[in-house]
């Protein structure tokens, strides 16, 4: 199966600061590689889609890019409510994995 | 607006099974493009996909599942479901039932299930 490395796993980030997640898959995957939000005790919110596209109603702070094995998601001028977890996402190879996440706290 | 909603049991007895529904509104899960997906977390661990059933019948599993696993669906309710067998303690997890199209793009909020006796 394909293993996907998000780093770094842990981020501290005052407002308005930049922040990128990294996530690197194991084998060549295309653009198949999707960006998720996740606050506690709420389901995963779907930000990016292949890679760099934005899905319905996400800010545009936050965008996508990479492609074959390293791909980055990217918050321009972080905001408070950007505290979460995020992590990546393979569709392009049964069976589907998920990074192991890296959580964004606010200084 | 899309909306997905898991029900069952929140515990369940070591070697039972565990039994899953997906009530689907907002959208039909006879739609020809989607997939309707089990995924899970368990407490400390990350996102593991269960598996996979689309409109046609057609169902694809993780393989380290699926010799457990089994993904109904009921066109006339717009219900999917899951059947997990011989669960352990390490089948505790919050499950959430998900449309696939391009990555997840709708989620169940989840559903706790613990394994104990």
């Known amino acids: 199966e394909i293993v996907l490395t998000q780093s770094p796993d842990f981020q501290s980030v005052t407002p308005k600061e930049k922040v990128t997640i990294t996530c690197r898959a194991s084998q060549n995957i295309g653009t198949t590689l999707h960006w998720y939000q996740q606050k506690p005790d709420q389901p995963p919110k779907l930000l990016i889609k292949?890679?760099?596209q934005s899905f319905s109603g996400v800010p545009s702070r936050f965008s996508g890019s990479g492609s074959g094995t390293d791909f980055t998601l990217t918050i321009n001028s972080l905001e408070a409510e950007d505290a979460a977890t995020y992590f990546c996402h393979q569709s392009g190879t049964l069976p589907l994995t998920f990074g192991g996440g890296t959580k964004v706290e606010i200084k | 607006q899309v909306q997905l909603q898991e029900s069952g049991p929140g515990l369940v007895q070591p070697s039972q099974t565990l039994s899953l529904t997906c009530t689907v509104s907002g959208a039909s899960i006879g739609d020809v493009g989607y997939y309707w997906s089990w995924i899970r977390k368990p407490a400390g661990s990350g996102l593991e996909w269960i598996g996979r059933i689309y409109t046609s019948g057609s169902t694809n599993y993780n393989p380290s599942l699926e010799s457990r696993v089994t993904i109904l669906q009921d066109k006339s309710k717009n219900q999917f479901s899951l059947k997990l067998s011989s669960v352990t303690a390490a089948d505790t997890a919050v499950y959430y039932c998900?449309?696939?199209?391009?990555?997840?793009?709708?989620w169940g909020q989840g559903t706790l299930v613990t394994v104990s006796s």
């Open positions: 292949y890679a760099s």
């Open positions: 998900a449309r696939e199209h391009w990555g997840v793009d709708y």
